[in-house]
T-cell receptor, first 113, second 113 residues
Framework: GAGVSQSPRYKVAKRGQDVALRCDPI?????LFWYQQALGQGPEFLTY????????KSGLPSDRFFAERPEGSVSTLKIQRTQQEDSAVYLC???????????FGQGTRLTVV | DAKTTQPNSMESNEEEPVHLPCNHS???????IHWYRQLPSQGPEYVIH???SNVNNRMASLAIAEDRKSSTLILHRATLRDAAVYYC??????????????FGTGTRLQVFP
């Protein structure tokens, strides 16, 4: 069966440009997560959705970062006015319910030049 | 969030058992111990989890100390495909407003032929 799908796999953005990263979770999964992973570091939590409700956005580093999941399935992470420090791999994960196994996508590698 | 401590790196030869330790001295009674691993250029993948008793699955075994302040992930026969970063994570089963996994820096496992 299909796993978590993220697109694009690679994105190069000029500094100041807005970007949108898409996540297609596993069908029927209630929970959805976004993580940011800098080179050589472990993934850092950004935000958590339960269906369409964004229950935790404590990890979003600034108000330039915005995530949505309007119909409780596909999610988009938007970064406005990108800066060089936003360069990282952005990982999406989903799980069937809270506190169950999380399935991760392969990530989107964002490079801001 | 309860923290975990892992060695930065470990080495093993193929076909040998590997014991990956994790210390979590501040673990609470409702924290599950989860292990994920991340292969190169992939998103993390679930390995195993447990609460108090030792656990076995097709990938690995999890040995949990009686006081729960430490645990060990056991790969019974390492293969080259097991070379990855292994993360030990505490997950509170009684948190209902979020479900984030807090990754540390993990243990990089190298497997030699």
């Amino acid at each position: 069966g299909a796993g978590v799908s993220q697109s694009p796999r690679y994105k190069v953005a000029k500094r100041g440009q807005d970007v949108a990263l898409r996540c297609d979770p596993i069908s029927g999964h209630v929970s959805l997560f976004w993580y940011q992973q800098a080179l050589g570091q472990g993934p850092e939590f950004l935000t958590y959705f339960q269906n369409e409700a964004q229950l935790d956005k404590s990890g979003l580093p600034s108000d330039r970062f915005f995530a949505e999941r309007p119909e409780g399935s596909v999610s988009t992470l938007k970064i406005q006015r990108t800066q060089q420090e936003d360069s990282a791999v952005y990982l999406c994960a989903s799980s069937l319910l809270m506190n169950t196994e999380a399935f991760f996508g392969q990530g989107t590698r964002l490079t801001v030049v | 969030d309860a923290k975990t401590t892992q060695p930065n790196s470990m080495e093993s030869n193929e076909e040998e058992p590997v014991h990956l330790p994790c210390n979590h001295s501040t673990i609470s009674g409702t924290d599950y111990i989860h292990w994920y691993r991340q292969l190169p250029s992939q998103g993390p993948e679930y390995v195993i989890h447990g609460l108090t008793s030792n656990v076995n699955n097709r990938m690995a075994s999890l040995a949990i100390a009686e006081d729960r302040k430490s645990s060990t992930l056991i790969l019974h026969r390492a293969t080259l495909r097991d070379a990855a970063v292994y993360y030990c994570i505490l997950r509170d089963k009684e948190t209902y407003n979020t479900d984030k996994l807090i990754f540390g820096t993990g243990t990089r496992l190298q497997v030699f032929p």
